[in-house]
């Protein structure tokens, strides 16, 4: 029964939850000058403070109350274009960074009255009433305001993108839409923000985000008040822009080369393993018609070595293993060098010559009539003898 009580209590005095707050206000010595919907309306413009937050009116034509409760600004019917500037608007009004003039104030409560009322509503403020008096013109003061709005949603050129980078450099990202500086890097200690640009050393080839939110101006939300006369709204911070910034990098490369030792042409199908420090083969490459052979898919830095897995026809295999380090994003060259394969001839045994007399390199020429005469002399002698033989013969 008490707590029904309690809450026919608190609807009575117009008090919208258990939290409630004191309106407090104090006399600035600007008046407003409001023509336009719902009726022209001049008076005194109240600098207002609820929970220790500056105060705007987004209830115009109404009398500020005096106790109020948090509620919502969804429950005003305005668009989403509208809740949103008139917050923007508050939050780089009076007490935004150096923002401590009251021109200021009357700026923001102006472009809050012309979000709400129309762009057709006219404010002017002065040092009286119905804009007499001495004429505050802070019109200066109002594009300031809406140029810092419009730019609040504006993040910078590399939100969202995939950058690569390379490895133990320090790379520099610079915003082309140079809002930058408005943000603060909230992951990554070794990330900085200097001079409009992203300033980092990448020191591996695993993908990194570097999260980037926009820098809160206070220490508190934006509130909607309402209560037992016009609603306020208070300055605050809002809902921020974040921005996610990926990098890449590629731990280098390693080109080979394949030449003769002798004449440094180029040798091709030589083919090369090449192995991480524990020994575990990567990949196999084979070179091509300028002798060269490359890779680039290592997935992180380290220490690796080549070894050659067969040589060109003719050429002998290169046993030795050839280490190299990956510790950035450079291109890392060795050239090779292989002998060719020396064939001996089998010796075969000598075989003996046939001795030749050798003729007289210009023999001479001879007659050969003197021979044939002693050849008949000869067989005349022969004849001779053998007819004394048979003669013999027959008287013995």
């Not at 008046?31 to 919907?37: A, D, E, I, N, T």
């Not at 830095?301 to 003719?314: D, R, T, V």
């Not at 050798?358 to 002399?377: A, G, M, Q, S």
Request: aromatic letters at 12%; proline letters at 3%.
């Amino acid at each position: 029964m008490i707590f029904v009580l309690a809450l026919v209590a608190m609807s009575l005095f117009g008090i919208k939850g258990v939290n409630a707050e004191n309106l407090s206000y104090e006399n600035t010595n600007y008046y407003f000058y409001r023509m336009g919907k719902p009726k022209d309306y001049s008076g005194p413009l109240k600098k207002y403070t609820i929970d220790n937050s500056i105060g705007y009116c987004i209830e115009p034509g109404e009398i500020e109350g005096t106790v109020y409760s948090k509620g919502s600004i969804d429950n005003y019917g305005f668009t989403s274009t509208q809740k949103e500037n008139i917050k923007l608007y508050a939050y780089y009004g009076y007490g935004y960074k150096n923002h401590k003039n009251i021109n200021y104030l009357a700026a923001a409560q102006s472009l809050i009255w012309k979000e709400i009322l129309g762009q057709d509503t006219k404010v002017i403020f002065s040092s009286e009433v119905m804009g007499k008096g001495t004429i505050y013109d802070v019109s200066r003061y109002e594009e300031e305001i809406k140029y810092l709005a419009s730019r609040y949603r504006v993040k910078p050129s590399f939100s969202g993108k995939t950058i690569d980078v390379k490895i133990n450099e320090e790379t520099s990202i610079e915003d082309a839409n140079k809002v930058l500086n408005d943000y603060e890097v909230i992951n990554n200690n070794n990330a900085k923000i200097e001079n409009n640009k992203i300033i980092y050393t990448k020191k591996n080839s695993a993908e990194e985000m570097i999260i980037l939110r926009q820098k809160s101006n206070y220490n508190k939300m934006y509130f909607v008040y309402t209560g037992n006369g016009q609603d306020i709204l208070t300055e605050g911070n809002i809902d921020f822009n974040s921005v996610v910034l990926k990098l890449t990098a590629s731990p280098g490369s390693i080109e080979i080369t394949k030449i003769d030792e002798e004449t440094n042409k180029p040798l091709a199908n030589a083919e090369f393993g090449i192995y991480d420090s524990e020994d575990n083969l990567i990949v196999s490459l084979l070179t091509d018609e300028e002798g060269k052979a490359m890779y680039d898919k290592f997935k992180d830095i380290g220490k690796y070595y080549i070894k050659e897995l067969s040589a060109p026809e003719g050429y002998k295999l290169d046993e030795k293993k050839y280490e190299f380090e990956i510790n950035d994003s450079n291109i890392h060259k060795i050239t090779i060098k292989n002998g060719k394969i020396i064939v001996k001839k089998e010796e075969k045994p000598e075989v003996p010559k046939k001795q030749i007399e050798e003729l007289p390199e210009n023999p001479k020429t001879y007659d050969r009539t003197l021979f044939y005469k002693i050849d008949i002399i000869i067989s005349i002698i022969l004849l001779f003898v053998l007819k004394l033989f048979f003669k013999f013969d027959k008287i013995s």
